[in-house]
């Protein structure tokens, strides 16, 4: 599979970091394999069903804030196949604790080979990125194991819920901080400090990836919605049928708690408690959140995280990679369009 650079505005930068992510895909592709048949075609699965590899992507574009000569040294490719291995090995943990039974338009692997199975390819995979990461010294092994943690703690606290009397949906967000912007801030972190762009720079590139990272899973439950599938790999209102809570039911329950739902909203929430397994009905349900203005707030709520992110560049000096970056957030929410 042939992996290549998104429109990000700098055409030369572009062209600059595309070997490297041609190098990516090569050794992701080894980390993946390695072991008898049937392992390999388990842990291997995900990452041959493709795949976006934008933490990759953001990893070799921050970078260029350092020193050229180890913009696409070995450390810095390291890191960014450890990331991209990182996230492949959290989607077979996610699939089993969401009972996915499609991810990247693939059966998943739970849907494949059960959840056992499946809970072990993802240790498999983060093992191996661990061993990647060791060699890139004690530092970045520390700063990888933080955001393992900070990715198995957004999880659990997805499964636990809010305490009494919390925001719901502020609590979605730390979630959505801790699963999703956690890595993607490591993607970012990992490419300015391996390329000697200094402490100050990896931690403004840092809390970038953690905003965009947010950004992106607000805009994913829009597209859940406004879609046809094609675009998130899954039917329309799955997350519906599935009792699970993301953003726009969320909103609509933060309107209910303050007494300012209109009988539409209402009327939504009273759908979401009735049986949702015809597929007419799940139809209904998306068709009245797609007409709801609830799902035109989410959508600006992505748009607002994307430029929060954009603004925490400001520090940076104008150039290429700054152009990339501004353009690689536009990117996370363009898709709403």
């Given at each position: 599979m042939t992996v290549s650079a998104p429109n990000l505005s700098a055409p030369d930068l572009e062209a600059r970091i595309q070997p490297g992510l041609e190098v990516v895909e090569r050794r992701l592709r080894e980390a993946v394999s390695g072991s008898r048949d049937l392992v390999d075609q388990?842990?291997?699965h995900l990452a041959l069903a493709g795949g976006k590899r934008l933490r990759p992507v953001l990893t070799l574009v921050c970078?260029?804030?350092?020193?050229?000569?180890?913009?696409?040294?070995?450390?810095?490719?390291?890191?960014?196949?450890?990331?991209?291995?990182?996230?492949?090995?959290?989607?077979?943990?996610?699939?089993?604790?969401d009972s996915a039974s499609v991810r990247r338009?693939?059966?998943?692997?739970?849907?494949l080979w059960g959840n056992n199975r499946a809970i072990l390819a993802g240790d498999v995979l983060f093992a191996r990125a661990s061993v990647l990461i060791a060699a890139l010294g004690p530092e970045m092994v520390s700063h990888h194991a933080r955001t393992f943690e900070r990715l198995c703690i957004g999880q659990l606290n997805e499964t636990f819920g809010?305490?009494?009397?919390?925001?719901?949906?502020?609590?979605?967000?730390?979630?959505?901080?801790?699963?999703?912007?956690?890595?993607?801030a490591t993607a970012a972190h990992f490419g300015a400090w391996l390329?000697?762009?200094?402490?100050?720079?990896?931690?403004?590139?840092?809390?970038?990836?953690?905003?965009?990272?947010?950004a992106f899973q607000i805009a994913d439950d829009v597209i859940d919605l406004a879609s046809n599938g094609d675009t998130s790999g899954k039917t329309p209102g799955t997350d519906l049928r599935e009792g699970v809570d993301?953003?726009?039911v969320l909103?609509?329950?933060?309107?209910?708690?303050?007494?300012?739902?209109?009988?539409?909203?209402?009327?939504?929430?009273?759908?979401?408690?009735?049986?949702l397994s015809s597929d007419e009905a799940l139809a209904e349900l998306v068709a009245a959140l797609r007409?709801?203005?609830?799902?035109?707030?989410?959508?600006?709520?992505?748009?607002?995280?994307?430029?929060?992110?954009?603004?925490?560049?400001?520090?940076?000096?104008?150039?290429?990679?700054k152009t990339a970056l501004i353009a690689f957030a536009h990117l996370m929410v363009d898709r709403l369009a």
């Open positions: 388990l842990t291997s970078a260029q804030l350092g020193d050229p000569a180890r913009a696409l040294d070995e450390a810095v490719i390291t890191g960014a196949t450890a990331v991209e291995l990182t996230h492949l090995a959290s989607l077979y943990h996610d699939d089993v604790m338009g693939v059966p998943s692997a739970q849907h809010p305490e009494e009397g919390q925001d719901r949906v502020d609590f979605y967000i730390k979630v959505l901080a801790d699963k999703t912007g956690s890595l993607v390329s000697g762009a200094g402490e100050e720079v990896a931690a403004i590139v840092s809390e970038f990836g953690e905003r965009i990272g947010v993301t953003l726009p909103l609509l329950k933060r309107r209910l708690a303050q007494g300012t739902i209109d009988e539409d909203g209402r009327r939504i929430l009273e759908a979401l408690d009735s049986d007409r709801h203005e609830v799902l035109e707030e989410t959508r600006q709520m992505a748009k607002d995280w994307s430029m929060r992110a954009i603004k925490t560049l400001e520090p940076l000096p104008e150039g290429e990679a």
